[in-house]
Every structure is written in C-alpha cells, then in structure tokens.
Nanobody, 117 residues
C-alpha cells in the first residue's frame, strides 16, 4: 500500500499563489509517476500536472506557464507551485501515485483550493 498525504490548500485571491505538497509513504519503491488532479463541483476529475521518476513533466494546457510540479525523491514528496491563480482554478486537488510492482494507482484525500475574484 501507498499512503499519500496532501497539504497546502486554502483560500487565496485571484493572482495569488499557493504551494501544495504531497508526501508518499509505504510501499513506494516502484512508484513511476506522481501527479495532481483536480475536480470542481459538477465537473470530472482532470489532470493538472504529472512528473515521472525520471523528472519528465506534463501539464494541462490551462495551467501551463502558471503551475510548476516538482519532486523531492529523498523526501518522497511532490509539490505543485501554483502562481497567478484564477477563480476557475477553484477545485479539490488530489495527489496521485502510479506504482508498477504490483500495478496500482493511489489517491490522496484531497485538499480544497479556492480562488476568489
């Protein structure tokens, strides 16, 4: 099993910044990628950003240039730096981890991000 604990959500004004953290623990030795998804009320969960164990990154078009994903392998933690936040970024943000041995996907409990206009 892999446990993911998120932190860093909150309320911020438009144009502000937040940094989300996700700490992984448990059977993490074969995690190949970690990422952040978000789900707004009435909408499907969508990928925000992901990073592989090799450091390759992928971003949703809507956050490119504003969000940065990074990871600290020594701390088994992934971060999402969110700048120039917009009201449409308001959602519950979920951390996820993909493991290959055995294959499984894990989710954190979610953290609320609210951007006021």
């Amino acid at each position: 099993q892999v446990q993911l604990v998120e932190s860093g959500g909150g309320l911020v004004q438009a144009g502000g910044s937040l940094r989300l953290s996700c700490a992984a623990s448990g059977s993490i030795f074969s995690i190949v990628a970690m990422g952040w998804y978000r789900q707004a009320p009435g909408k499907q969960r969508e990928l925000v950003a992901a990073i592989t164990s090799g450091g390759s990154t992928n971003y949703a078009d809507s956050v490119k240039g504003r969000f940065t994903i990074s990871r600290d392998n020594a701390q088994n933690t992934v971060y999402l730096q969110m700048n120039s936040l917009k009201p449409e970024d308001t959602a519950v943000y979920y951390c996820n981890a993909d493991r290959v041995i055995p294959p499984n996907r894990y989710w954190g409990q979610g953290t609320q991000v609210t951007v006021s206009s």
